[in-house]
Nanobody, 126 residues
Framework: QVQLVESGGGLVQAGGSLRLSCVAS????????MDWFRQAPGKEREFVAG????????DYADSVKGRFTVSRDNAKNTVYLQMNSLKPEDTAVYYC???????????????????WGKGTLVTVSL
């Protein structure tokens, strides 16, 4: 079992940047495909980005492609989400999730994930 803790959220103006971190404990993060999801008020949780166990494969939602970059440092048991050119519609709670079932990226449904962090709030103002 793995525990996930996100950090790095906050308030930023439109066009700005933030970097989220997700630190894993209890088991090495290299055992999991890792994903980022987000949930805005009144909306369903949605896939943002995913990264393979090796870090060589990545997957992005169309809404963030070209603006967000997912990466991982398995030696530090940490996964990152670099968010650039932020828009007000990016405002949400961002969650880190671990997928121990799928060997490759591409699983985008929240029900595919096995472990979740508690989330970090990102607010993008005009």
């Amino acid at each position: 079992q793995v525990q996930l803790v996100e950090s790095g959220g906050g308030l930023v103006q439109a066009g700005g940047s933030l970097r989220l971190s997700c630190v894993a404990s209890g088991r090495t993060v290299s055992s999991y495909t890792m994903d980022w999801f987000r949930q805005a008020p009144g909306k369903e949780r949605e896939f943002v980005a995913g990264i393979s166990r090796s870090g060589l494969g990545t997957d992005y939602a169309d809404s963030v492609k070209g603006r967000f970059t997912v990466s991982r440092d398995n030696a530090k048991n940490t996964v990152y989400l670099q968010m650039n050119s932020l828009k007000p519609e990016d405002t949400a709670v961002y969650y880190c999730a671990a997928d121990q079932t799928h060997l490759a990226i591409g699983a985008r449904d929240p029900s595919d994930m096995d472990y979740w962090g508690k989330g970090t709030l990102v607010t993008v103002s005009l």
